[in-house]
C-alpha cells in the first residue's frame, strides 16, 4: 500500500515542524545554561573555600617552621595572613603594620566568621587563639562551604542550616 504525498513529492520540514524543533532546543538550552551556572556558582565557593584552608595551613606550618606567630585577620569579603617580622629577628607577638603580610585574598562570596576568628593568632607551635567556623555564604549547597578552627585543627565541612554548624568532612 501506498501513501500519499501531500507536498507532491518534495521532501523537507513544514513551517510548523521547523518552529517546534527550535522551541524545543530553545527550552533545552535554557535548562543547561540555568544548571551550569548553578554549577559555576557552587565550584567558586569550594574554590575559595579550598583557598582559603591552604592559606590557613600554610600560615600554621611556617608558624612551626620559622618559630614566628602568624596573624590573620577576616573580614566579609577576604582575609589576610601576616607574620610577626617586627622587631627582628623574632617579632613580639603583637601585630603592627611593619610585620609581613603573607597572603592577601578578597573573595566574591560573603565571608562569615564565628567564636571570634575574624582576628586571631596562630602560636610559635601552630595552636589557635580562639576556636570558631568561617563560612563563605551561597544559594548552592556546595561540598565544602566552611572551615572550622580548633586549637590543634583546622578543618573544611558543609553548613548545615538546621544546626547552624559547619560539619567536618
Known sequence: MRYRDDRGGR??????????????VGIVVTIAVSNFQGMMEKYRVEDETKQMFADLMVARGRAMQRNRVFFIQISANGYKTFEDTNPAP????????SD?????VTVKHT???????SDF???RN????VTGSI??????KPDYDCITV?????????YNATDNACVEK
Open 121 to 123: 593568632r596562630l602560636n
Open 100 to 104: 609581613t603580610q603573607v597572603a592577601g
Open 11 to 24: 521532501g523537507g520540514f513544514t513551517l510548523v515542524e521547523m518552529m517546534i524543533a527550535i522551541a524545543i
Open 150 to 158: 580548633n586549637a590543634t585543627r583546622i578543618k573544611m565541612g558543609q
Open 111 to 117: 565571608i562569615t566568621p564565628t567564636g571570634g576568628l
Open 126 to 129: 601552630g595552636i589557635a587563639s
Open 135 to 140: 563560612r563563605f555564604s551561597s544559594t548552592t
Open 90 to 97: 623574632d617579632g613580639n607577638n603583637n601585630l603592627e603594620s
